[in-house]
Every structure is written in structure tokens, then in C-alpha cells.
């Protein structure tokens, strides 16, 4: 997903809506220095990586996060609008 969600403020999100604006940070907000690929890689070598689509993406630092299955929206924008439901 393109945001972090701060897990602990979620139940305040829920009562309180507004709060939800502080408490989804878009990744890009602070890793100004990065490029957030979300997409599967399928494979990679010392230097670059292949994606799901056949994309190759060089990289200095290459970080994996695998996350988990969730249902939660992947744009802050869905989940925002999720809270105001």
C-alpha cells in the first residue's frame, strides 16, 4: 500500500474521522530519497530487480517488505474514505 497507518489510532479513526488525516502518512512524506515499487518481484540479481510485469529496476539499497494479507485499501485516499462511512 502507498501509506503507513498508524495501527494504535485506528479505533479513534473509527469514532473520529478527522483524525484518520493525521494518522495515514503516505510513504513519500518521508522516504523523499526512495522509490516505492509495490509489485512482486520474481526475481534478482546484486544489483537490480524483475517485477511481476517484466519491469528491471536498478537499486543502491533494496528493502522487502512482505507485509501480509490484508483487506485494508492500498491508496490513503479509499482508506480515508473508509473511516468517513
Known amino acids: 500500500k502507498e501509506y503507513f497507518e498508524v495501527p494504535w489510532a ?5 469514532v473520529e474521522p478527522k483524525f484518520a488525516e493525521r494518522s495515514l502518512i503516505n510513504h513519500k512524506e518521508y522516504l523523499t530519497n526512495a522509490r516505492l515499487v509495490t509489485s512482486t518481484a520474481v526475481d534478482l540479481t ?5 517485477t511481476a510485469n517484466g519491469r528491471w529496476i536498478s537499486y543502491d539499497y533494496l528493502v ?3 507485509g501480509h494479507p490484508t483487506s485494508v485499501p ?3 485516499t479509499e482508506r480515508l474514505k473508509q473511516f468517513k462511512e
Open 10 to 14: 485506528a479505533l479513534r479513526c473509527a
Open 74 to 76: 492500498l491508496t490513503r
Open 46 to 50: 546484486e544489483r537490480e530487480i524483475i
Open 64 to 66: 522487502i517488505a512482505t
